[in-house]
């Protein structure tokens, strides 16, 4: 549902005109049907349609009010400053997540509905805080010639352009996300199978390259700003695949941890950066469709992959899942070349 969703949304946030403006009444939306579904998910647990529906309420909300949040990033910032400002929001990201992850599981032990309703309660909280104090770009002085493009004209454009740098990049994400995300999804199987650790533990592991990506997310960003969002982007692929090649080698646990963290700086240089070099391909008024579009690649990659090295894995071993990350992240870098990188201010 999200996959197909989010580029809609994203795509009527820009033509959405209100008092409000055009972002601020998907989130006023969204967010309390989101936090409404996610607060019961506890309560019907035992309960299997229930909590199917409670789910599906609360992937419905998010994919409401996703596109049109994230979309600020292009609406805020001006396309030279979208890196280190991608770096930052990463940052703080991935320090909630490090939060909620901590104070979660204290609260869990105290009430399971506990962090549901914690959780919901913050995320109503920061919206609010967004639709007070953030002020949105005036788009209503533009001429009527000037209207934004629908979803599929904005499809078609990214489709038929002579240079066809926005259907390679899209294609690049996919492709980055298929190889990196069947990688996550089969890791804790592999240690347990193959280096012969906990699950747990291998769980454990994987906290060091999400650990080195939040660490590097700045710096990636300011590393774009200065020999570009490509270039950056092109060494952070090829340092994933050195890393993936390396994993595939190793076998001691605590030298696959030491690659791990190398492969979170690279992914950095990657994850922080396709954002903003899709909005470099987007004019200021379709903003939130290819906020959609990206999250159409990224949502449809998160499906496609653990299906496809699911299927590898049945007919090799779960030693296949680095081959199959590093085709995937070559064929990503080989779409990167055909993408002509736009000149930013």
Not at 31 to 56: G, S, T, W
Not at 231 to 246: C, D, E, K, S
Request: with cysteine; proline share 5%.
């Amino acid at each position: 549902m999200n996959v197909f969703l989010q580029p809609y949304v994203g795509s009527r946030s820009d033509r959405t005109h209100t008092r409000f403006g055009r972002r601020k009444p998907w989130l006023l939306l969204g967010a309390p049907l989101a936090a409404f579904f996610f607060i019961l998910v506890p309560f019907v647990r035992e309960n299997f349609v229930l909590i199917a529906l409670a789910i599906l309420g609360t992937n419905l909300g998010m994919a409401l009010f996703r596109s049109p949040t994230v979309a600020y990033l292009g609406d805020l910032f001006k396309p030279g400053e979208r890196s280190k400002a991608n770096g930052v929001i990463n940052l703080m990201g991935g320090l909630g997540g490090a939060l909620a992850l901590f104070f979660g599981g204290a609260l869990y032990k105290i009430g399971v509905p506990l962090p549901f309703i914690v959780g919901a309660g913050v995320m109503l909280i920061a919206i609010g805080i967004v639709v007070a104090f953030v002020k949105e770009p005036d788009l209503s002085d533009q001429p009527a010639g000037e209207r934004e493009p629908g979803l599929w004209a904005n499809v078609k454009h990214v489709a038929t352009d002579r240079d066809r740098s926005g259907l390679f990049l899209l294609a690049a994400i996919f492709a980055w996300f298929v190889g990196w995300n069947a990688t996550e999804a089969f890791f804790t199987l592999y240690a347990r199978n193959v280096l012969g650790v906990e699950v747990g533990t291998g769980a454990q592991m994987l906290t060091a390259f999400a650990a080195t990506l939040i660490i590097f997310a700045i710096p990636s960003g300011l590393l774009a700003t200065r020999i570009g969002r490509k270039p950056t982007i092109l060494i952070g692929l090829g340092g994933m695949m050195l890393g993936t090649l390396a994993a595939y080698l190793v076998r001691s646990p605590t030298m696959l941890l030491a690659v791990l963290a190398v492969m979170g700086a690279f992914w950095a240089f990657v994850n922080i950066n396709s954002l903003p070099m899709v909005y470099d391909l987007a004019g200021q008024r379709s903003i939130g469709a290819y906020t959609g579009l990206y999250y159409f690649a990224s949502s449809l990659a998160a499906i496609t992959g653990p299906i496809l090295a699911g299927r590898l894995i049945d007919l090799t071993s779960y030693q296949s899942i680095w081959p199959f990350c590093l085709i995937f992240l070559a064929l990503a870098m080989v779409l990167m070349t055909q993408v002509r990188a736009r000149r930013v201010a």
